[in-house]
């Protein structure tokens, strides 16, 4: 396994910087030009063609794409994004002030998901063809299908502005500077139900199902009839048997959700005016600030290759007669 490990490390070196190349020439090539849209308005006399010029010299636009390619590269072997082009701060520093809003509010939702999908799912695999089976299975479908952008406005109009019953923006109150800390805790509570609600539907819709069928694809094999002709009970079959043998496409399943962890949700973020990485992200693509999406692009990517490692290396402790050569 670690000859392994290793190979699959010196696999990321290449298809990180694939990824970054990728990346660079998406958002350079898109319309829009960063000076222009923060100048938009002002292109008159008091703001010169000369001034557009050396506006777009001091942020290196004015060089061959190639050559600002490599000179981000240099930067980022250097573990340097650059400055932001909308206020001029280090990359990594605005990053790093938006991280904790978005890991709170990802790390609760996730937490949700999969201590209430995972169970809900074994659940409906265990009561098969059941009438709970076929009603949960009709509300999870609902779930799924229900886009969060959409169901965030409905929460908003319901139980923000008709009913007044929770805070509809931002992570906390205005006054939330006065207050001791209980009340400010339940404050930030209040404010987080919102896009949490959000953020889990979905997912756990999705997660459950997905354990459902793992799991009834998994009872239909021939170990698994053993087991039962042995007398062993339902439970013993599914959880220690079954779900076993399960884990491999949800452990999966799981790596691909801990990029999710940082990147953030963008849309929702955005709605509910959250300040983490996705509001950031929104801003930065707005705006054209290259320098802040090519260091969020590049933290998402290595941490998807990171999570699919550790993914395929859990194989063989979850599954021994996996061997790695």
């Known amino acids: 396994m670690f000859n392994y490990s290793i190979r699959r490390v010196l696999y990321l070196i290449p298809t990180l910087f694939g990824i970054t190349l990728v990346t660079f020439l998406v958002i350079s090539l898109a319309p829009g030009d960063p000076v222009s849209l923060q100048q938009s308005g002002l292109m008159n006399a008091n703001f010169s063609q000369k001034a557009y010029d050396d506006m777009r010299r001091l942020y290196g636009l004015d060089k061959p794409l190639h050559v600002r390619y490599f000179i981000w590269l240099d930067r980022f072997v250097r573990f340097d994004f650059g400055n932001s082009f909308s206020d001029n701060r280090p990359v990594t520093e605005k990053i790093m002030e ?47 299908s229900l886009p969060n952008f959409w169901l965030a406005l409905l929460l908003i109009t ?8 929770l805070p509809i923006y931002g992570i906390e109150s205005d006054q939330s500077a006065t207050l001791t800390f209980f009340p400010w805790l339940w404050d930030r509570i209040l404010h987080l139900i919102l896009p949490v609600t959000c ?16 799991l009834l694809e998994v009872i239909r094999q021939d170990y698994i009839r053993t087991a039962w002709a042995k007398g062993l009970n339902k439970r013993t079959v599914i959880l220690k048997h079954a779900f076993r043998n399960a884990l491999i496409p949800l452990v999966t399943l799981f790596a691909l959700m801990v990029p999710l962890l940082v990147s953030g949700s963008v849309i929702l973020e955005y709605i509910f005016n959250w300040p983490g990485i996705g509001q950031l992200y929104f801003n930065a693509i707005m705006s054209r600030d290259y320098p802040t999406i090519m260091g969020l692009s590049v933290i998402s990517a290595i941490l998807v290759l990171i999570s699919n490692l550790l993914a395929d290396l859990l194989y063989a402790l979850i599954d021994p007669r996996i061997m790695y050569k």
């Open 199 to 214: 953020l889990t539907l979905g997912g756990f819709a999705y997660l459950s199902r997905f354990c459902r069928g793992i």
């Open 158 to 165: 319901l139980l923000g502005l008709k009913l007044d019953l």
């Open 98 to 144: 938006k991280l904790p809003a978005t890991l709170v509010l990802n790390i609760i939702s996730m937490f949700l998901t999969i201590s209430i999908a995972v169970p809900a799912g074994i659940l409906s695999a265990m009561k098969h063809k059941s009438v709970y089976d076929k009603i949960s299975g009709l509300i999870f479908y609902m779930l799924y």
